[in-house]
């Protein structure tokens, strides 16, 4: 069974840093891309970023570009998103989601929540 | 970046009716396209996958249809469990973009 268990949510400050991380189990990570998608307060969902497999690529939204970086460490099943110079505007419940094969998200983590004060 | 519109933002229906739900996206996605649903206070689930094919464990009664810009989800007969949000997600090109999502309601 795919598990996907976030953590590292919490309040910060505007302008402060923060960094997530996903425990993945039930599946073999390192064959997979990973990725993050937010939903902020009472909104829809919005697609952050994506790693591939290795971690040798890694694609961003156009909101978070330059401020977030998403990571990997293969050897501990763990997907990893820092987030650095924070907005009121992220916050959000951060969900960890794994890929398939075709690249479409197959399995959500239940979600971590971060909330950016003003 | 591709935009995907979903229509409608929200509907109500009742138990057993056949609900119809439409994604479009802004240039041709083959049929790179999910939809997925979600319940307040949960994470989404994967219904549908290739737009066509259906995730692991999810009833027959949810089907999806489409290829290029035009893809739909219909639900033949509702039951209580469907009340929910339901989204698609086209995964052709990063980044990768939702649709505004609907809302099914009683």
């Known amino acids: 069974e795919v598990q996907l268990l976030e953590s590292g949510g919490g309040l910060v400050q505007s302008g402060g840093s923060l960094r997530l991380s996903c425990a993945a189990s039930?599946?073999?990570?390192?064959?997979?891309?990973m990725g993050w998608v937010r939903q902020a307060p009472g909104k829809g969902l919005e697609w952050v970023a994506v790693i591939t497999d290795s971690g040798g690529s890694r694609h961003y939204a156009d909101s978070v570009r330059g401020r977030f970086t998403i990571s990997r460490d293969n050897s501990q099943n763990t997907l990893f998103l820092q987030m650095n110079s924070l907005r009121a505007e992220d916050t959000a419940v951060y969900f960890c989601?794994?890929?398939?094969?075709?690249?479409?998200?197959?399995?959500w983590g239940q979600g971590t929540l971060v909330t950016v004060s003003s | 970046d591709i935009q995907m519109t979903q229509s409608p933002s929200s509907l109500s229906a009742s138990v057993g009716d056949r609900v119809t739900i439409t994604c479009r996206a802004s240039q041709g996605i083959r049929n790179d396209l999910g939809w997925y649903q979600q319940k307040p206070g949960k994470a989404p689930k994967r219904l549908i996958y290739?737009?066509?094919s259906l995730h692991s464990g999810v009833p027959s009664r949810f089907s999806g249809s489409g290829s290029g810009t035009e893809f739909t989800l219909t639900i033949s007969s509702l039951q209580p469990e469907d009340f929910a949000t339901y989204y698609c997600l086209q995964h052709n090109s990063y980044p990768q973009t939702f649709g505004q999502g609907t809302k099914v309601e009683i």
């Open positions: 039930g599946f073999r990570f390192s064959n997979y891309a």
């Open positions: 290739a737009a066509s």
């Open positions: 989601a794994k890929n398939d094969y075709i690249d479409s998200i197959d399995y």
